[in-house]
């Protein structure tokens, strides 16, 4: 019978469908990567799916982030993505954490089939990829995508065979002396630009964000500049690694 998912089972198989079905996905970031990324796991059936982050829609956001429209700001991000996902796909068990992960937050990370790390903080992510390595839930985390405007520069590798990025230097030196043997990420070689300082769009000084948001606005500090088909690329490639890992053994059958 004809349904959302016929199109991807002629590609994948009726048994790689009921696996994505039954798979449970952590997506830790809902912004311009971990949003596109939500929304691609969504169309190809994952059955669910756990979105954390603790922001508020900025006018700002709209460049990049796919929920982030004239309507969802001052909306929570992981509301607005679950609104979207139902949309798509009633069916799915959409689980909101409006939460900042940080080292030490209490969440039991066994219970995932897959994490995607699209958060920027450095030290939350070495310690959701050491926590993932512990459980040994299968993880992949971004690189950086600010600043960058060549979208096919991206491409997937074990951390240990990046170079270039910044972010990711750092991230092989951290995760080495914590004994991490390897990571998948999206990452890409192009030297990021220098944003240009313009007080009249700066966040830091015009912050637009709905009045009712409670806490103190995070785009008040420095930020990079970002443009739409970038985040969204990284954010498509990596539910693309997921959803392949996921069905590698299933595809094909019916």
Do not use: W
């Not at 019978?1 to 009726?14: C, P």
């Not at 700066?202 to 948001?213: E, F």
């Amino acid at each position: 019978m004809l349904n959302q998912f016929s199109r991807t089972e002629l590609l994948l198989g009726r048994d790689a469908i009921h696996t994505l079905t039954a798979a449970r996905v952590a997506v830790f970031g809902i912004g311009g990567v971990g949003g596109y990324a939500v929304e691609a796991l969504a169309r190809c059936g994952v059955g669910a799916l756990d979105l954390f982050d603790d922001d508020k829609i900025c006018i700002t956001n709209i460049n990049r982030q796919l929920h982030a429209t004239l309507d969802t700001v001052g909306d929570y991000k992981t509301t607005a993505a679950k609104v979207r996902v139902q949309s798509i796909n009633p069916n799915v068990n959409v689980v909101e954490h409006q939460l900042f992960y940080l080292p030490g937050v209490d969440i039991d990370l066994s219970v995932y089939d897959y994490i995607i790390d699209a958060i920027d903080t450095v030290s939350a992510k070495i310690d959701l990829v050491k926590r993932a390595n512990e459980c040994g839930v299968p993880i992949i985390s971004a690189m950086g995508a600010g600043n960058k405007l060549n979208a096919a520069a991206f491409e997937v590798s074990d951390i240990y065979g990046t170079s270039v990025c910044p972010l990711a230097r750092v991230m092989r030196r951290e995760l080495r002396a914590r004994g991490v043997a390897s990571l998948k990420v999206v990452y890409s070689k192009e030297e990021a630009l220098t944003p240009i300082e313009d007080e009249r769009t700066s966040c830091r000084n015009n912050c637009v964000c709905a009045p009712d948001v409670k806490r103190v606005c995070t785009h008040r500090r420095a930020i990079p500049g970002s443009i739409s088909f970038v985040p969204s690329v990284v954010g498509l490639i990596m539910a693309g690694e997921v959803v392949n890992d996921l069905t590698q053994h299933t595809r094909g059958a019916v």
